[in-house]
């Protein structure tokens, strides 16, 4: 329960989050002692009497914006040497000592472990002294209510930290060992939520399948262990709440046992997010994930099997160090991955149709794929605290001009013409354009991918058939006949709402401006993009 404020005359306060949910939990949690204390929050950020920027360490745009961030503040401070500037989460545990070189002007840098004990770190401050917490310790429960963003959904953190030591990531450094909160702890948490009126919670943890594992002992039975089915079980019944969802889980840990549970009970929603991160076994290993992509596959399908309804949502890395890895028929593998994307998708739009809580947009929602062969070049980039792995080089910087470019032409596959030579005979295409993109001088034939060879539909035949003789007479400049053949296949292609154009269009309005204004005599049909 709230507390009385120690002291209503603290002055105001502003917090600004970075990162994931976790980060956004532990502000709520800062907001509430912050109020306790007798601050309250501030109407503008340069206004604030107290400034706490909740940092990540994951995304590197989020690093930077704190350090502009922090800037700001630096110079504020200087005219107002009362302001008190506090720096929390994963950037202030990972830089530690060498943050409050670069912003002396910080009062308190503390790590997320230490987010419950921000009252007596701040009254540490009050006493002149410039605090550094970011020593690994036992996470105090606190007992102080959050401030809630939300007056309906409300997070509720159940594992802290992370025993992981996937080779990529920097939670267990900056995070700590995985810390379970007890179950009667957590309910009464959740219990005071649905007396407040909320009806959905969200159980939070880096690894949160991992759950309850710190608490097991030797000579345990199975039935008496505390594992996250447990949890949810223990919780289920509260009155009040209609939904419980949870993240984020590892396929290591996602038990079969976790899956029956979420199928037996009925407030679990059915969507889980179950980051895959690569589909090479390779670069798992490399990872240091501690599963196959055989063994991911194995937990959808059980999903599906259990739960037909169910969502599954999943993350992957693209530039890990040692990728990229030589794959077999990798161009055709890709290829096939986006065509079976649209067809996931014409599925869930299919089931959609039925479902009338849906706003039309979600209805009509579509994909963007730019794909391209060839060579490029690989690295690390950074320090040895914090390296990036980056792919550079034109083939890269291609296939990222062609998946907007591909809303240009209102088509959902754009092929560049080096992984169409390495597999057009595995497919059905639709040559689109012979164009140079934005930033580039060479140009690239690109193509739409339409289907594997031999299936496409006779609608679709008869559109590229129609297109392809419009593409002919237009590069031989026969603009009338051109404009006539591409109205035809216009009238072949899939309309629906929010979709921007179609290929036969933009060649209409082309054909149209070059019969006004024709091109000159040594036209050789290229097409420059003047956007990205």
């Not at 028929?329 to 809580?357: G, P, V």
């Amino acid at each position: 329960t709230n507390k009385s404020p120690i002291n209503p005359l603290r002055g105001s306060y502003w917090i600004t989050t970075f990162g994931c949910q976790m980060n956004k939990a532990d502000s709520e949690r800062m907001s509430g002692i912050l109020e306790y204390m007798g601050y309250y929050p501030a109407a503008e950020e340069l206004k604030a009497d107290l400034v706490l920027y909740n940092t990540c360490t994951i995304r590197d745009s989020a690093e930077q914006k704190v350090y502009s961030y922090l800037g700001r503040q630096a110079i504020r401070k200087r005219s107002l040497p009362n302001l008190k500037i506090i720096v929390a989460g994963c950037l202030a545990q990972q830089e530690g000592e060498s943050l409050l070189r670069r912003v002396p002007e910080i009062d308190l840098l503390m790590g997320p472990q230490h987010c419950n004990r921000l009252e007596s770190l701040l009254n540490q401050v009050d006493t002149g002294q410039q605090v550094l917490a970011t020593e690994e310790q036992f996470i105090l429960e606190d007992i102080t209510t959050p401030r809630r963003d939300s007056s309906i959904c409300g997070w509720v953190n159940i594992i802290y930290g992370c025993n992981e030591r996937c080779t990529y990531c920097v939670v267990p450094s900056v995070r700590g060992k995985e810390q379970s909160r007890t179950p009667e702890v957590i309910k009464s948490e959740i219990e005071n939520l649905a007396k407040s009126g909320y009806k959905e919670i969200t159980l939070l943890g880096q690894n949160i399948d991992a759950y309850g594992r710190d608490f097991q002992v030797q000579n345990q039975k199975d039935s008496e262990r505390i594992t996250l089915s447990y949890l949810l079980n223990y919780i289920h019944d509260i009155d009040g709440i209609e939904r419980i969802r949870f993240a984020t889980s590892h396929p290591r840990y996602f038990t079969k046992e976790l899956i029956d549970t979420c199928a037996e009970l009925p407030k679990v929603c059915e969507h889980f997010h179950i980051p895959f991160q690569s589909g090479s076994n390779q670069i798992l290993k490399n990872m240091g994930r501690g599963y196959t992509i055989e063994s991911y596959k194995n937990i959808i399908i059980y999903i599906k099997d259990s739960i037909p309804k169910a969502a599954v949502s999943g993350d992957a890395i693209v530039a890990f160090y040692g990728a990229p890895v030589p794959l077999k028929n990798h161009e055709f593998h890709a290829c096939l991955t986006a065509l079976e994307m649209e067809k996931k998708l014409e599925i869930m739009r299919s089931e959609w149709a039925n479902e009338s809580d849906w706003p039309e947009l979600v209805h009509n929602i579509r994909h963007r794929v730019g794909l391209n062969s060839g060579e490029m070049v690989t690295g690390n980039m950074g320090s040895s605290m914090r390296m990036n792995y980056t792919m550079m080089g034109d083939t890269v910087n291609l296939a990222a001009r062609l998946e907007p470019a591909a809303k240009q032409y209102g088509v959902y596959n754009f092929v560049a013409q080096n992984t169409y030579k390495a597999v057009k005979n595995e497919f059905e295409w639709r040559l689109l354009d012979y164009l140079v993109v934005k930033g580039k001088k060479e140009p690239v034939k690109a193509y739409e991918l339409v289907s594997l060879k031999g299936e496409m539909s006779r609608e679709q035949s008869e559109l590229v058939s129609a297109f392809n003789e419009g593409l002919d007479l237009y590069f031989k400049q026969e603009w009338k006949n051109a404009l006539s053949k591409f109205k035809e296949a216009s009238e072949l292609e899939e309309d629906f709402l929010y979709r921007p154009t179609t290929p036969s269009k933009i060649y209409i309005e082309r054909c149209n401006a070059f019969s006004k204004k024709p091109p000159p005599k040594d036209w050789s049909g290229i097409w420059a993009m003047n956007t990205k």
